[in-house]
């Protein structure tokens, strides 16, 4: 069996408002937060439960409250290694969510790591044909098919996007973004810059690891200051800006960056972000604090293995 998707994991859920609301089931409700407690502490089957006894208070209409505790329901039995079980969620989802790629996008997510491919395939072109300018789609699915071993799937996908008719800033951002991903880097900087002047400040994260690449450290931590300062910062661009430093010999500068992005609650590159925590508290010669950090990420992240030789270094310190 194919290695499973880190991507499935992120369900797209937000959790819904309801409680103010008379119309729903309120012990549906009590019981839905418990079950995704008990998804938080790891305890999957007891939060499959919870949301089967959550399902069963409904009244026999399917409202958004149903549809909420299904998603859930389904992320946990996809993380509990019930993948038919997931599977049978999303495509009841589906029926009842049709308007909404999620359940597709999903779906096919659990195919493509049970090495289902052309069911994968399906079901992420009825995403797509749902909401065909959702770039993030077309970079995920991207992602998925490429961490398991179908890139040139995935690439028709990042190409495909390049091809949405689309001069909006948003889009122009994104296609610069994908065009980065592709290795073309003059396009990429181009669409980029376009979209800075149009005030889509994720843009400037990416334009300033097209400079980091580059070599042209200054001006990619100009960037990244500046995007760091607004309201919409993200873990991802504080790891590239603890690089920038890393590279630069600011190790307290860098250490202060990767910390900072491992407190937001919304995190999207940890793996970036615990490896640079440990590498600048190795420079800073606190390796027993080096040490605990990488041993934290090797629990989380096992098949790293140069992260495990690190240790091993770390170690005899």
């Given at each position: 069996m194919k290695k499973r998707l880190l991507i499935i994991e992120c369900t797209l859920i937000a959790v819904l408002c309801f409680t103010?609301?008379?119309?729903?089931?309120?012990?549906?409700?009590?019981?839905?937060?418990?079950?995704?407690?008990?998804?938080?502490?790891g305890r999957y089957e007891d939060a499959i439960a919870l949301f089967d006894e959550a399902l069963g208070c409904s009244i026999g209409k399917v409202t958004d409250l149903e549809l909420d505790v299904d998603y859930y329901k389904a992320a946990a039995q996809f993380k509990n290694g019930q993948f038919e079980d997931a599977a049978n969620t999303y495509t009841y989802l589906i029926k009842y969510d049709e308007k909404n790629y999620r359940p597709y996008f999903l779906r096919g997510s659990i195919y493509a790591s049970e090495g289902e491919i052309g069911q994968a395939i399906k079901d992420y072109d009825s995403a797509i044909a749902i909401d065909e300018k959702n770039y993030l789609l077309y970079i995920e699915i991207y992602k998925n098919l490429n961490a398991l071993g179908y890139t040139d799937q995935g690439l028709v996908y990042l190409n495909n996007a390049l091809d949405v008719a689309d001069k909006s800033p948003e889009g122009k951002y994104f296609k610069g973004r994908i065009y980065y991903m592709l290795g073309q880097t003059s396009d990429a900087e181009k669409f980029l810059k376009e979209a800075i002047e149009k005030d889509v400040i994720d843009a400037k994260l990416y334009l300033a690891k097209i400079y980091q690449d580059g070599g042209d450290y200054v001006s990619a931590q100009d960037l990244l200051k500046e995007y760091a300062e607004s309201d919409q910062v993200t873990s991802d661009a504080l790891g590239t800006l603890g690089d920038i430093e890393?590279?630069?010999?600011?190790?307290?500068?860098?250490?202060?960056?990767?910390?900072?992005?491992?407190?937001?609650?919304?995190?999207?590159?940890?793996?970036q972000l615990m490896k640079g925590?440990?590498?600048?508290l190795e420079k800073l010669y606190r390796f027993e604090e080096a040490r605990e950090v990488l041993t934290q990420y090797l629990d989380a992240y096992p098949n790293d293995e140069e992260a495990s030789k690190e240790l091993v270094f770390l170690q005899t310190r």
């Open positions: 103010a609301c008379s119309k729903y089931n309120q012990k549906e409700i009590e019981l839905r937060d418990q079950g995704i407690a008990a998804m938080d502490e890393l590279s630069s010999g600011n190790f307290e500068n860098a250490l202060d960056y990767y910390e900072a992005g491992l407190s937001l609650d919304s995190i999207g590159n940890m793996p925590k440990a590498a600048a």
